[in-house]
């Protein structure tokens, strides 16, 4: 990257740049000190008040352009600053070669300084005013009319614009003074547009031309009064301001000088400029001054009136804002511990023991694996998934929560069975991928009957939640199970896949059977691996889009006993392994490998062999195509006590008609009922 195409850094300007800085400053300091002390004959103040003077001028005029031919970045506003003090120059230089030339042509010259310093002041103030508030917007116009009654009180004074006859000149003269409060009210409105930060260039721009404005003003008292002569400290001030102006033109670009609110800078605009339409005030009475400048410092005060309340405004919504986010968690958007416990304790108020409402306490099973595979930035949007999963799914009945890490929490009105809203938003919190699944085990506590304010409630929510976890967590699951739910993942990921929903849909049912803990961890163990023994069937009779022969069909009725065999090698294992055995056959006796009917077959098989069915129906096959839910729904209805167990087939149907969400995908039911 070359230096032409970079924004001026932190650093210093390049060697050449400083030299030529240096050289000017001391040309600058040479003239006052002339200016002061009156050394030398005739000649050597013709070279300090007009060759001195001059090359001064060219130079800053010089840096600028260098400046803005340099570097891409601010251009245009150190191009016109350039042109504009170049045009100056010339009209010095004009006037030392030449004394016969029309004033008025030289004064055209002079004057596009300040068109150039307009369009340099806004453009540069512009880059920093990018969000604007009302209270910027306010001290700008304060800034603006403040500066507009002084100068207009400044005007009016009488004696101090020179009372040259001839319209041409008088207007000339009053020119310079209205262009330099025009260039003040510019930096003002522009520092204000941009919340009174001000990097290092505008600041030393602004400088600059407060110097010129002052200077100008002793200048245009001097020659009202007759007191203006050449070669005096009053020049050295002008060659001081448009050296500024050069250095600002070589100052880092994103070096702030004031970069944080205070209460300095917050109340600086209004008092200082309520101040200073106070003075004007003060000063046109005693003066007897009326008119604009009356005027327009009253509008000031009115303005700084104006402005007060608008901080006053912007103040409170930043409470009220600092207050939101302070019960909103950054991650998921969701309510965060604060906010929950400000909810619980509003609605422990509002419970009663005939309404309760439900607090459901959530903790990420298998998201620590997840993380350390994927990375926290996968992590972290996972969260913020099943964060946004969440609330929609409390949204009708109350409101969702992060607690922090990868517990979250809802706060509901009790509509129906706690069971069930319960179960149904642990659905919520599943989600699944090749090597991973994302589960969900939780506790739940009824406000108003179990528990009366917020330290109580989670306490026990969360008691319930760990006893859920050390039932069905990883103390109690083997790691056999999850060596053989590994394979079957390798094996076919589809496979996998489909073994967690069965397993979701078993354990809901078998919850509303209302099973024992130790027979549902058996229930769901035999869901996830009752097709274990698939993966000894070759892939081309497990994918074969063809009906299968009488052969194949034979092979593949095997996988049954293979399950069997694979878990009845851990001892631990054979009891899962009694009921994958018997997870075809069918009601009817017409099943395999034993032919077993009715209530022969355990009933964990008995429902799973329902389930199973029903996640086969409504998933893609590379045979077929998935049947629609409701389609799959009936199927089980026709088949009810035939190859299902009808009452089972009922309390399924039910429970099915309970969970239903049109826009939730199979993906979006994977379950993992032992909470991993």
């Given at each position: 990257?070359s ?16 030299i ?13 000190v ?122 009016s ?14 207007a000339?003269?009053i ?49 009202a ?5 050449v ?73 700084v ?16 804002s ?100 319960a ?5 919520s ?92 961890r058996d ?33 593949i ?8 065999r ?32 009715s ?36 199927e ?25 969400r ?15």
């Amino acid at each position: 990257m070359s230096y032409q195409d970079r924004v001026l850094p932190r650093s210093d300007a390049p060697a050449g740049i400083r030299i030529a800085l240096g050289a000017l400053l001391c040309m600058v300091a040479a003239h006052l000190v002339h200016s002061t002390l009156g050394f030398g004959g005739e000649w050597i103040g013709e070279l300090f008040d007009n060759w001195v003077y001059d090359a001064v001028m060219v130079g800053c005029a010089a840096l600028c352009i260098a400046r803005a031919f340099s570097i891409d970045h601010a251009r245009v506003a150190w191009l016109f600053l350039g042109a504009g003090l170049a045009c100056d120059a010339a009209g010095e230089i004009l006037a030392s070669i030449s004394e016969s030339l029309a004033p008025t042509f030289q004064d055209a010259l002079y004057l596009c300084l300040y068109v150039g310093a307009y369009v340099a002041i806004v453009l540069l103030g512009r880059r920093r005013a990018m969000h604007f508030r009302v209270s910027m917007w306010l001290d700008g116009l304060i800034g603006g009319l403040a500066v507009a009654a002084l100068g207009a009180v400044v005007l009016s004074t009488p004696g101090l614009v020179s009372s040259q006859s001839g319209s041409v000149r008088t207007a000339l003269s009053i020119s310079y003074p209205l262009a330099d409060v025009l260039l003040i009210g510019a930096v003002v409105v522009m520092l204000a547009l941009g919340g009174w930060r001000a990097y290092r260039p505008f600041l030393a721009i602004a400088t600059g031309f407060s110097i010129m404005a002052v200077a100008d003003g002793v200048y245009l008292f001097q020659e009202a009064h007759g007191t203006y002569s050449v070669g005096t400290p009053l020049d050295s001030l002008w060659l001081l301001s448009v050296l500024i102006l050069a250095y600002a033109a070589w100052q880092p670009d994103g070096e702030s000088v004031h970069g944080k609110d205070s209460l300095g800078a917050i109340m600086a605009a209004p008092v200082l400029c309520g101040l200073t339409a106070v003075g004007v005030l003060a000063y046109g009475s005693v003066e007897g001054i009326v008119g604009a400048s009356t005027w327009l410092a009253a509008a000031t005060l009115v303005v700084v009136l104006g402005r007060l309340v608008a901080t006053a405004g912007e103040n409170l919504r930043l409470i009220v804002s600092s207050s939101e986010l302070a019960n909103r968690d950054a991650l998921t958007g969701l309510g965060n511990r604060r906010a929950l416990l400000q909810d619980i304790e509003l609605a422990v108020a509002q419970a009663t023991a005939t309404e309760p409402k439900l607090m459901l306490l959530f903790d990420l099973n298998g998201f620590k694996r997840y993380n350390d595979t994927f990375g926290h930035p996968a992590g972290d949007a996972l969260l913020g998934r099943l964060g946004r999963k969440l609330a929609a799914c409390a949204m009708s009945a109350g409101r969702a929560y992060r607690l922090g890490g990868d517990e979250f929490c809802a706060l509901l009105e009790l509509s129906g069975d706690p069971a069930v809203l319960a179960a149904d938003l642990a659905g919520s919190l599943l989600e699944s991928g090749e090597h991973f699944t994302i589960g969900a085990s939780y506790g739940e506590v009824l406000l108003g009957s179990e528990a009366r304010d917020a330290g109580e409630a989670l306490r026990i929510a969360d008691q319930r939640l760990y006893a859920q976890k050390t039932l069905l967590g990883r103390s109690s699951r083997p790691e056999w199970r999850d060596v053989l739910l590994g394979l079957l993942r390798e094996r076919d990921p589809e496979l996998g896949t489909h073994v967690q929903e069965v397993a979701e849909l078993a354990h809901r049912l078998g919850r509303r059977l209302g099973m024992e803990a130790e027979d549902l961890r058996d229930l769901v163990a035999a869901a996830e691996l009752h097709d274990i023994g698939k993966a000894a069937i070759p892939d081309a009779i497990l994918g074969k889009p063809a009906a299968l022969d009488s052969e194949e069909r034979a092979f593949i009725e095997r996988h049954t006993l293979i399950g069997e065999r694979i878990l009845a090698a851990a001892p631990t294992g054979r009891a899962v392994a009694t009921i994958v055995r018997a997870t075809h056959e069918r009601y009817d006796g017409h099943g395999y490998p034993d032919g077993l009917s009715s209530e022969q077959i355990p009933l964990p098989a008995r429902i799973i062999a329902i389930c199973d069915a029903y996640q086969a129906m409504t998933s893609n096959r590379s045979y077929r195509a998935a049947m629609p839910r409701q389609q799959a729904l009936e199927e089980l209805r026709r088949c009810a006590g035939s190859q299902f167990d009808p009452a089972l087939t009922r309390m399924f149907l039910e429970l099915a008609q309970d969970h239903r969400r049109p826009s939730r995908t199979p993906a979006e039911r994977v379950a993992d009922a032992e909470g991993r």
